[in-house]
Structure formats: C-alpha cells, structure tokens
C-alpha cells in the first residue's frame, strides 16, 4: 500500500535550535499512530512540520503523495488538524465558526450548516450553537476544534492532545470516533500524554525523546523485551524512572 506519510532525514529548527534531528518514517493508510514523548521532545513541531506550517525543514517529506515543499497547499486542503493549543475566535458561535471553517475548505454552505449542526448535536452541543464560544468551557472548545478539523473529511488528520479537557464520557467517544476512522480508510495520527489511552487505541506507537524516534512499533513488539505497562517502557525508554523520588523530594521542598 502507499504510504500516507514518508518521511526521509528531517531535520527542523526554531532559529538556531535544531528541534528535530533526523526523523525517518514511513506510515501506512488505515493505521491509528500514537506519537508520544516526554515534554518539548518534538511531537507538536514534527505535527506541525507535516501539515506545512514550519516550510523551512531539511529533507524530503510526502503526505498523501504530495511533496511538502512545493505543494504545501494541496496538502493543507487534504489533511485535518487539530492543535493542542488553539484560538477559537471568542466572539463567533460554533454554528458561525464552523461555517467560516467551512468556507476555508471551500464547502457547500447548505452542507456545512447541515452537518455542523448533526455534529454538534453529536456532542452534546447543540444547545450551545448559538452562543457565543467566549463562556465555552475548555472540554466545549476542544469539541468544536474537533469538528473543526474534521468537518471536510480528510483522509489524513493529525491530533495533538485530542482528548484534552474533554469528560470520562465524551473520550470513550472520541476514542471510537477516532478507532472508526481508521477502520474505515482514513489515518489518524496524534500525540498524546495519556499512556493507557495510547496502549489501547494505536495500531503503532511511535516515540520520539529529543528530537530522534528511539522507538517504534505496535505495542506488542515495543513490549516483548520487557513485559511491562506502556508508561513504564516510556520511562525506562526516556530515561526518566525516577517520579517517587522526585514526588518526595518535592514534598519535601513544600513542607521546608
Ligand atoms: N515557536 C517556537 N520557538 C522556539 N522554540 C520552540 C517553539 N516551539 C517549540 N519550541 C521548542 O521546540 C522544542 C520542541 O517543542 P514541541 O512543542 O515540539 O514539543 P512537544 O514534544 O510537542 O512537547 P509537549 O509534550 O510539551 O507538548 C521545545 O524545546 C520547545 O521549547
């Protein structure tokens, strides 16, 4: 099958800073790919790398068998985002923001009200459709930002923290949006800090420390050197083992 995304010697920098030293990979369609990492190890930048928002990267990068250097745009229409960190603007309702969205795409109005209202329904939102996203709480915002990256219907879409702010019931749903996703064609790949959530929903996890990918593989084979949780094979593979000494020290520093 061909690949979705291929990655050749990435190399991505913020200034001076190399972020991103080398990154090799190739993913396939129909996969759920869970990209985790201990804090500032690339995830996010990498993301961004892929969906054309950082344009001065090293080495030669393809999504959906679009070259990203030359044609970033193309790939822009294509893909879903949904950023970890992101300003819905305040004084639009849900109704009036994803009809804005919507028309980015280039989007039939009469289809995108139909299906943004369907939606929202769907998470509950429906009574909230016409207010103002200003009082939205953070979970409402991340569901109208899911909407938002999903509503042309990518075939590829990348999710940082999807799950973030969102309650116990609504990520048992994302969860099976996003399984479904991938059962039916489409690649999802997402970072996340939720272990448990990544052990159980990736066909492939991907770990990144640093800048480098120093592991890769389903969760079976990640764990047939070590029979242990995915947190734990995060902390031994990360180098950092050591949170009940750190819990205590900080105690400690609390308590002087
Ligand atoms: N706009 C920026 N300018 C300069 N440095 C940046 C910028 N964005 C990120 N960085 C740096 O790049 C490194 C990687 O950041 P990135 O956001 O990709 O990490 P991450 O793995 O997504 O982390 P987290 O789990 O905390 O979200 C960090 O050292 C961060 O400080």
Do not use: C, W
């Not at 985002?81 to 280039?106: H, I, K």
């Not at 749903?173 to 052990?199: C, N, P, W």
């Not at 990640?222 to 083992?241: D, I, K, P, V, Y």
């Amino acid at each position: 099958m061909t690949p979705v995304i291929t990655i050749n010697n990435l190399h991505q920098f913020y200034g001076t800073t190399e972020i991103l030293k080398g990154i090799n990979l190739s993913v396939a369609p129909g996969q759920v790919v869970g990209y985790i990492g201990p804090n500032g190890a690339g995830k996010s930048t990498t993301i961004k790398t892929l969906i054309g928002l950082l344009p001065d990267f090293q080495g030669e990068v393809s999504v959906l068998g679009l070259d990203l250097r030359t044609q970033a745009m193309e790939v822009k229409r294509r893909i879903g985002y949904v950023p970890e960190n992101a300003a819905l603007y305040d004084l639009l309702t849900p109704t009036e923001y994803l009809l804005f969205v919507g028309q980015l795409y280039e989007l039939d109005t009469v289809m995108v009200n139909k299906k943004a209202a369907e939606l929202l329904d769907l998470f509950d939102l429906s009574q909230h459709a016409n207010s103002r996203m200003s009082t939205f709480s953070k979970g409402m915002r991340q569901k109208v930002l899911l909407i938002s990256g999903l509503l042309h219907n990518p075939d590829l879409i990348f999710l940082d923290e999807p799950l973030s702010g969102l309650d116990a019931n609504t990520v048992v749903l994302v969860k099976q949006i996003i399984r479904q996703l991938a059962d039916s064609g489409k690649t999802v790949f997402y970072s996340s800090h939720i272990m448990d959530v990544v052990e159980k929903l990736s066909d492939r996890i991907i770990i990144i420390n640093a800048g480098q990918i120093i592991a890769d593989g389903t969760f079976a084979e990640l764990q047939a050197t070590r029979t242990t949780s995915l947190e734990q094979l995060f902390g031994q593979l990360t180098g950092n083992n050591t949170q009940t000494a750190t819990a205590e020290a900080f105690i400690q520093a609390l308590n002087q």
